[in-house]
């Protein structure tokens, strides 16, 4: 199974052999992680997911999404995906769009403008900020979006894993 990894510099082949019951998501969710690989979860598609324990330990990628989140999205979109009166819920679009369309409108950019509205969302493309964590950003959304997590920091994380360390610096540079 071909993973994708938006930081663009990483590509690998997700372990088929996590089993699903180490997962607290519902067995036959859209969302359920059903795959690992060095902390990092993934769907049955190998669409980065999140994973949330029984005890409310989120896995590092929905914690770093969090955090990217209210660093770079939440001026206009809100605290926690929620929206605001300049942008839309995002928590909201990562449950009508799949990944690749996230992905694309991110890097990309998009305009919706008519006679009566005029909303732009820049391209992220070239903001490592943003691009580097673009997986993180998405599983963080989607476990707001399907409500997995409540809004606010997560209290609960797993350990960053050394090969997340590697890629994050090897995006950064």
Not at 157 to 173: H, L, P, R, Y
């Amino acid at each position: 199974m071909k993973r994708l990894l938006v930081a663009g510099l990483v590509t690998g082949i997700a372990s088929a052999g996590a089993a699903a019951d180490n997962v607290a998501q519902q067995a036959g969710s859209d969302s359920a992680a059903v795959t690992e690989e060095n902390g990092r979860y993934f769907t049955a598609d190998g669409i980065p997911t999140y994973k949330v324990a029984a005890d409310g330990t989120v896995d590092w990628l929905t914690f770093s999404g969090f955090r990217r989140y209210h660093s770079e999205c939440h001026v206009c979109h809100g605290p926690d995906g929620m929206g605001s009166t300049y942008a839309p819920p995002l928590k909201d679009a990562v449950e009508q769009m799949d990944y690749y369309d996230f992905v694309y409108t991110v890097s990309n950019g998009r305009e919706n403008v008519d006679v009566s509205h005029q909303k732009v969302m820049p391209s992220f493309g070239h903001n490592k900020n943003v691009m580097c964590y673009l997986d993180d950003i998405y599983v963080y959304l989607k476990a707001r979006g399907d409500d997995a997590i409540p809004r606010g920091r997560p209290a609960k994380k797993e350990a960053k894993s050394d090969v997340i360390a590697e890629d994050v610096n090897a995006c950064m540079g």
